[in-house]
């Protein structure tokens, strides 16, 4: 049986340095004419085209990977062997030493749930195996060097051969009892002698992945992975970027702690990491479901308010009313388009949202739903999140700094939902500052110094400190730094003030009484968009709209900045460039909410609309009244035409000078 077996090895070596040369020779060219020759090179290859080519190989591969894994960084320097011995004599091509194969099972048989499965569901059947897991990275430690191979010699019959050490024994390197030269007599020495200058290093680092917490249900707690980053593989993704990684589950003593038992931890050593960033916002939608999106709008081309307030009916259905609230929350999920400047400069075009007000305004209901609608959502407390908890933690393992990442590093690309913001101590709100602006997270925590992504949506929820005094600044009630609060593009107070018609209706949708008795109940409930088409919609809009202003909105937004400025006494802090930003973000989200790729005056006025509903501004315009008394009307597009000429009336007459310089005029 050994012998067939090694017979059999020359042959695969042989199909396997054939197979690289006719499909991945541009691959070794570029390797050969790499001039330095003590890296280590990444060979990639498509485990569904080695599977077309030579299944009997492939299928090695998947079920021996420990062995052929190395036995194809063989075959892979054969192969360079073979290019740079053909190379012409004008080209200058280098001798490497080593190459690694990596293998993207990405379209493969191996992407079936018994190779892909979710990391709380890896057990010891998946040993041995090529398996593939998926997660975020919630820990990156630092790149270490570790001896991966050293050669020794039999004393007896000089026969030399390469060992390699095990993590199942902290790396120990462990001699065989007898040389194992193949030779017809065997030589049976038992003494052995490490060959000088035949110690081979390798880079190494360790990072943790952990399942994403959207496809887990409730009550399930996410699980984690350690996994093995080897050569070319460090440093190439950071705490919460989203991996898919393949590689060879094993394991390996836990570190010696006093009084506690030592065990096997389970590890993935990696053969192959995907980022998957790009990925975040992609939603698969059906085509069925993109031409019901189309047909919904020519439907509604003559009153297209009416169709986008059938729209917001669905987001938090359970709440009545609070049209102000339900569009606000809309307009910050489908967000704005990003801008870059000629010098690099990024202006972000993600949106924040705070919702201040009393309790029970429903204020956690629309954060948990917000969290549902978003592809990627991350939901912690105030109470329950420290600096760390929301951005990035330094903590010591095996007597090793590693970083952590926290609440807006795992949101990045999605959203990430406070509630109970007051709770947070001074310092915590501050370490925010960065994120929600600049959206990275500059990190120099225990001699590790770096900078993390968080492109990330926050929506916060707050109550008032104490009873809400409207004369004083929403600084005062709410006991936010007025640099955070200008960082909300829009900020909405709730006042459960005392009205008898309000509370008379919400008590009836809360009963039913009111809709069974109109018979109106199922006809509402037929213009609820359900959740799934929310999610599908608000990822489709995203995707396929760019909005550009047109010069009637570019018109009417600079005209009220403008107005804004002027009349800002003491408030002048928080009417600056960043309320123009985000008049013009809301502007483009808006667009985007109409299924739009360009944005109009109705969506200028929108975005004012919003903006007049926040408190961190003097209203200018008394048409909004109490965002938690805001309802849905019966006819929106009548309603925005009245708004609308009272906006225009107001811009065009606050200077007369400004119909000369373009600005004016629109009635």
Not at 36 to 44: G, I, N, R, T, V
Not at 374 to 392: D, F, Y
Not at 628 to 645: C, G, I, L, R
């Amino acid at each position: 049986m050994d012998l067939r077996k090694q017979e059999e090895v020359p042959m695969r070596l042989v199909s396997a340095v054939e197979y690289l040369l006719h499909c991945h020779s541009d691959q070794l060219r570029s390797i050969t004419l790499s001039p330095d020759a003590k890296l280590h090179y990444a060979l990639f290859l498509d485990y569904a085209e080695l599977m077309d080519a030579d299944p009997p190989l492939a299928r090695l591969v998947f079920a021996n990977p420990i062995d052929y894994l190395r036995f194809f960084d063989q075959a892979a320097i054969l192969a360079h062997k073979k290019v740079l011995k053909d190379m012409v004599s004008h080209e200058k091509g280098v001798e490497k030493k080593f190459i690694h194969v990596r293998f993207n099972v990405c379209g493969s048989p191996l992407e079936f749930p018994e190779t892909f499965p979710r990391i709380g569901c890896v057990r010891v059947k998946h040993r041995g195996i090529l398996l593939t897991l998926k997660g975020t990275v919630i820990r990156s430690g630092a790149v270490k060097m570790y001896e991966g191979e050293r050669t020794y010699q039999c004393k007896k019959c000089k026969h030399m051969f390469p060992l390699y050490p095990e993590l199942e024994t902290r790396n120990k390197i462990t001699l065989p009892s007898v040389c194992p030269s193949q030779r017809s007599n065997p030589c049976e020495g038992s003494k052995f002698i490490c060959v000088e200058n035949t110690t081979v290093c390798h880079d190494y680092q360790e990072i943790k992945i952990q399942e994403s917490t959207q496809v887990l249900g409730v009550g399930v707690i996410p699980r984690s992975i350690l996994v093995i980053l080897q050569d070319d593989l460090v440093d190439i993704v950071k705490a919460g970027d989203d991996v898919i990684v393949t590689g060879i589950l094993t394991a390996k003593w836990s570190p010696d702690l006093k009084d506690v038992r030592c065990d096997l931890d389970p590890i993935l050593i990696a053969n192959h990491v995907r980022r998957t960033n790009e990925l975040k916002l992609d939603i698969d939608i059906p085509d069925d479901v993109c031409m019901k999106f189309k047909q919904f709008w020519l439907d509604f081309r003559d009153t297209p308010l009416k169709g986008r307030n059938a729209i917001l009916r669905g987001i938090c259905p359970q709440v009545f009313g609070l049209f102000t609230v339900k569009l606000a929350v809309a307009l910050t999920l489908i967000g704005g388009v990003q801008h870059v400047d000629a010098s690099g400069t990024k202006i972000r075009g993600e949106s924040h949202l705070l919702l201040v007000g009393d309790p029970g305004t429903g204020k956690s209901q629309f954060l948990k739903f917000a969290a549902k609608l978003s592809n990627r959502s991350v939901i912690t407390t105030g109470l329950g999140s420290t600096s760390a908890g929301l951005t990035v933690a330094a903590v010591k393992d095996g007597g090793e700094w590693m970083l952590e990442a926290g609440a807006l590093v795992l949101a990045d690309g999605g959203l990430c939902c406070i509630d109970e913001f007051d709770s947070m101590r001074e310092h915590d709100r501050a370490t925010i500052h960065e994120a929600m602006e600049q959206q990275t997270i500059s990190v120099a925590k225990a001699g590790l110094v770096t900078t993390l992504s968080t492109r990330t949506i926050v929506f916060g929820a707050t109550n008032p400190k104490g009873h809400y005094d409207p004369d004083q600044p929403l600084s005062v009630n709410t006991a936010l730094s007025g640099p955070l609060l200008s960082r909300f593009d829009i900020v909405l107070v709730l006042l459960d003030t005392k009205n008898p018609e309000w509370d008379a209706v919400v008590s009836s949708h809360i009963l039913g009484e009111g809709e069974y008795k109109n018979g109106k109940q199922d006809e509402d409930l037929a213009n609820i968009w359900p959740l799934s088409n929310l999610r599908w919609y608000i990822g489709y809009v995203k995707k396929h709209f760019k909005p550009m202003l047109t010069k009637e909105a570019e018109m009417v937004i600079s005209s009220y900045y403008q107005l804004q400025r002027r009349s800002a006494t003491h408030n002048a802090a928080r009417t600056t460039v960043r309320m123009l930003e985000s008049l013009i973000r809301l502007a483009q989200a808006h667009a985007r909410l109409m299924f739009r790729n360009e944005v109009t005056r109705l969506d200028a006025i929108a975005a004012i609309l919003c903006i007049e509903s926040s408190m961190t501004i003097s209203a200018i315009i008394d048409s909004i009244g109490n965002a938690m008394h805001s309802n849905f009307t019966e006819n929106p597009d009548q309603e925005y035409a009245k708004q609308e000429k009272i906006i225009l009336e107001k811009l065009s007459l606050v200077d007369e000078s400004q119909e000369s310089n373009g600005l004016g005029g629109f009635c």
